[in-house]
Each structure stands twice: as structure tokens, then as C-alpha cells.
């Protein structure tokens, strides 16, 4: 089982940035990398994802405040959000697809203080 490896979330005010990294542990060739996440009751969301050749996609609530990169060489996927809001609280997951399956991140906390 491989699991993804997440970091960069934390506490911060509204208003502020983070930077969320997620590394694929091992050579892979991967296709759509993806975040998600998931705040307390709801269900979990689309943030951003990203194709190989570089194609980005955002849910209606990020949209002009998160941009969502990669760098191939390297297998990671980075999700830099701005403007944070108190509604961006959630666990953020990665979730990375190749053509055979897909991968999954244990998850990252990003807390939004109003």
C-alpha cells in the first residue's frame, strides 16, 4: 500500500497563506493529481486538480485564491492557498491517479482563525 506523503498545514489567521506539499514515495508515472478536503459533517470536496500536461481545475469556493502546481521530476503536488477564510477548515487530502489506480495522502489539518 502506498501512502502519500503530506505536509504544510497548520494554524493561521484569516486572511493569511499555506503551502501544502504532497510527495509520491516511489517512481511512478502519474496522470490527474488531485487535493480534497473535507471539513467536520460535510462531505468531502474537489479543491484543485492538475494533468500531467498542466491543466488546473478549481471548485467554485477556491477559485482566484488556491493555485494548484506540480513538478514531475519530482512526483509532488503543491497546493499554495491565499486569503484564507475560516470556511477553508478541513483536512486536506491528495489523492494522485495513474492508469492503473490511484493513491491516497493520510491527510493534513488546515485550521482558518477568523
Known amino acids: 500500500q502506498v501512502r502519500l506523503v503530506e505536509s504544510g498545514g497548520g494554524l493561521v489567521q484569516a486572511g493569511g497563506s499555506l503551502r501544502l506539499s504532497c510527495a509520491v514515495p516511489i517512481s511512478i508515472f502519474i496522470n490527474d493529481m488531485v487535493w480534497y478536503r473535507q471539513a467536520p459533517g460535510k462531505p468531502r470536496e474537489l479543491v484543485a486538480d492538475i494533468t500531467r500536461s498542466g491543466t488546473t481545475n478549481f471548485g467554485d469556493s477556491v477559485k482566484g485564491r488556491f493555485t494548484i502546481s506540480r513538478d514531475n521530476a519530482k512526483n509532488t503536488i503543491y497546493l499554495q492557498m491565499n486569503s484564507l477564510e475560516p470556511e477553508d477548515t478541513a483536512v486536506y487530502y491528495c489523492?494522485?491517479?495513474?492508469?492503473?489506480?490511484?493513491?491516497w495522502g493520510q491527510g493534513t489539518q488546515v485550521t482558518v482563525s477568523s
Open positions: 489523492n494522485v491517479q495513474t492508469f492503473a489506480s490511484n493513491y
